[in-house]
């Protein structure tokens, strides 16, 4: 039958057998685009068969906290996905494994491994500044002629990630990490098109090139990892953690079950959970951070006048004859406004990743059963133009109170929130400060003449991404180190 089974009054699009609410959502336009015009139509909260799948779309941020934060444990489900299940040998990561026991230890785990490094230590600063040296001499060699910052940020971004997951580092050009970039990008390209919505859940029974080229892609990270984490394994010694793998590995064997087999037991955690954790840090350490980095860049390029505040603050705090580190942060907040708003406008997952009810539970009231997908529209809670000043303009002082402090708004969720949130927070906030704040200090950007002014559309793959465009760099006077 067609009827919708019971589900409370959420407003539901109407829908056919097989092909569900497909054919009322209309050809080109990216989910979070769609779900934000549906909600104007059917109000900020309402139900859509996504295939055979029952999907209710959360548009405001009241709503969103309680899927997130006050019955964040009822909503911390995933549903399970064809292309992500071949990712992560069906679920043994964080990000698309299903809530379990199993995964709130594995979550844990990674979560203490990352504080390890991002605490106490200065290892983590130290790896992220040798790595925007690099980065900042090979945008000034570029110097005069526009050109894309893409791959350079992306070889920055992709060298911190290798350094802080094993230990790797690499020269510029390097055969192994031009695998792990070439691998990634064939990944990136192939397993969400349209986002990480599955509106075409029979790509299994259809199986296409897109899929044996991510099967490609998968193969050959494998064999990498699986080398590094024999390597890791053969020479862990009882001091401290060398890198994430080598937190894992100990973290793993501490964890108490006594498992050490590899992947054979569904006790515990194994090498599998390793090898999928230490794929995933690199896959979401890579795309969202470097996203995050080129829109904020391609925001400066439209915005002068925010890139010379950045950098009169960096003069005034910091000056030109030391490099930039984390304990400036506190005197540098245009500069997180800056990032936050950067963020906010273009926030590089628009409906975060599908969540599901773990039991019966309710939404604003109404009653949601078991087993209901969720998708938390952040886009539109971004530009919901009831709690943001003119949403579609990028305005970093909107992070300033009258009195020239910090504050963030209940409706800005970059990271998510709640037991999903993201285990990289804090790691990606100290990357983005440090890039950022390194390249301000040491150059200056701007349009090519004659160019057009990035294009802030946007394309939407299994991040929202920029779409290509051209910088000219120029040195600013006083900073006068090259690498080191
Ligand atoms: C999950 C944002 C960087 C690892 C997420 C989610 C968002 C997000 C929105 C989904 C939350 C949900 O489904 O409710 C971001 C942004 C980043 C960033 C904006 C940078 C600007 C990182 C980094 C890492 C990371 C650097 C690790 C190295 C993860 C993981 C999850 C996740 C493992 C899955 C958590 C779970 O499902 O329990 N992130 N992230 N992220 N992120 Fe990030
Ligand atoms: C990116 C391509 C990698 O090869 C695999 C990978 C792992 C984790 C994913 C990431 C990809 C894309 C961005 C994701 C991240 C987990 C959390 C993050 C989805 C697919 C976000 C922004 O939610």
Redesign the pocket.
Known sequence: GTDPPAQGSIPCLPRLPVLGSLPWLGGSVPPHLLFTQLARRYGPLFALYLGPHYTVVVNNHQHAREV?LQRGKDFAG?PSMVTTDLLTREGKD??FSDYSPLWKLH?RL?HNSFTLFGEGTSRLQDIVLSSVDSLCAELLSCGEHGFDPCPAVTRAVTNV?CMLVFSATYQHGDAELQEVIRYNDGIVETIARGGLVDIFPWMKVFPNKSLSKLKECITVRDRLLTRKLEEHKASLSDGDPRDLLDALLKGKTGSGRGQRSSGSEDEGITDDHVLMTAA??FG??VE??ST?LLWILAYLLHHPEVQERVQRELDEHVGSDRAVCVSDRSRLPYLDCVINEG?RIR???PV??P?TAMTDSSIGGHSVSRGTRVL?N?WSIHHDPKHWDKPDLFNPDRFLDDQGQRVTPHCFL???AGP??????S??RLE?FLFLSSLLQRMSFRQPDGAPPPNLQGRLGVVLQPLPYKVVVSPRSGWQRGAK
């Open positions: 997130l995933r964080i990000a979550r990674v990630v995933e840090a979401a350490g969202t951070t995050t963020m926030p590089v997952s975060l990743i969540h938390v952040m970059p990271f998510g999903r949130v993201c285990v990289g927070e790691l990606a983005l």
